[in-house]
């Protein structure tokens, strides 16, 4: 950031650039590694350090169940990002264009990454992993050729992390959506890999309970560890210090010329009336906030002009009705107190 007098002084295009990268800039934000995206990391982490040499056959997987917007995605996206980063450290041999095994090149491909489609079939879990993987199919190639080519290429290419998002819009409570996870559960037995589920309100759903027989219940649940994903909490003094920190580090970010450290700290009670405790509410509203301010030329995120951001329907109807309730408690206490 240069000095605020210099900024004023440049041209209106030269500011314009500049604004438009600070504007890219707040549109990015920061990933903060709150308490609970550590603990998950932790454990996803010493999951796949427990899986690495484990004998053929399933392996231990992962569950991250929760609400919706409680950062379940970006969890495990960051976590996928830091695991290859930690590879490329380790191995930087096996990123090189011409890495052979075997007298074969090989696309090193350690983590894959699928987000699940509504009412996908098998066939469309085979194929979306080929997606990934770059691979060529041929015309007419049936759900079983695709599946076998698809195991070939993930043992290859070294697979050892999958990640499959928003498990919840499989259907697993109907005959089609069982086939599914037992596709899931196949290609997970033959791969030697690590698998991480997210999704909404799993715990309840076929993923565990697969129908009615507790055969297929006890092998899902049982090659599977569920943690539960929650929005951040309001009713103790660590609840709201995490909450605050998390808010402190956001703020940490901003490019803004008159934004002073703390406005928004001192705002965090505020904040999470608007966002409901949800990590992805706060930081679209922070994020559409900071672009605001530059906007307008106000160069601080205040209360004023966060009241004039909209974000998620969810989040703002919550708020009013919060409003509401306690405009009502403060009209009872104070009939109470003229009574």
Avoid at 124 to 149: C, E, H, K, W
Avoid at 158 to 168: A, P, S, W
Wanted: charged share 30%.
């Amino acid at each position: 950031m240069p000095p605020y007098q210099r900024y004023l002084r440049l041209t209106e295009e030269e500011r314009e650039d500049f604004n438009d990268d600070r504007d890219a800039f707040h549109s990015a934000l920061v990933i903060v590694d709150t308490a609970q995206v550590r603990r998950l990391h932790y454990l996803m982490k010493r999951r796949v350090k427990a899986n690495a040499r484990r004998a053929a056959g399933a392996r231990a997987g992962i569950v991250l169940d929760g609400p919706p917007t409680v950062g379940k995605s970006t969890t495990v996206k960051l976590f996928a990002a830091r695991h290859e980063i930690h590879l490329r450290r380790r191995h930087p041999e096996r990123f090189e264009d011409r890495y052979e095994i075997g007298g074969l090149l090989i696309d090193y491909t350690p983590v894959v990454y699928l987000s699940i489609p509504a009412r996908a079939t098998p066939k469309d879990l085979s194929v979306l992993l080929a997606d990934y993987l770059g691979m060529v199919l041929p015309r007419g190639a049936t759900q079983t050729d695709i599946t076998n080519q698809v195991l070939s290429v993930l043992a290859d290419v070294g697979t050892e992390l999958v990640i499959i998002d928003d498990v919840h819009f499989l259907d697993l409570s109907a005959k089609e959506g069982r086939v599914v996870n037992d596709h899931l559960k196949y290609i997970a037995n033959k791969t030697a890999a690590t698998f991480v589920y997210t999704g909404v309100d799993l715990k309840k759903s076929g993923l565990f309970l697969e129908g009615q027989a507790t055969s297929r219940a006890t092998q899902t649940s049982g090659r599977n560890t569920r943690h539960a994903v929650t929005k951040f909490g309001c009713n103790t003094d660590a609840d709201k210090t995490e909450w605050a920190q998390t808010v402190k580090a956001l703020e940490g970010s901003l490019v803004l010329f008159r934004h002073k450290p703390g406005q928004l700290v001192k705002l965090s009670p505020y904040l999470y009336d608007r966002t409901d405790g949800s990590i992805c509410a706060l930081t679209d509203l922070l994020r559409e906030s900071a672009i605001e301010a530059v906007m307008s030329e106000e160069e601080a995120i205040t209360r004023k002009l966060l009241d004039r951001v909209e974000i998620s329907e969810y989040a703002e109807v919550t708020y009013q009705s919060l409003l509401k309730q306690r405009r009502k408690t403060a009209s009872a206490r104070s009939k109470k107190v003229a009574g």
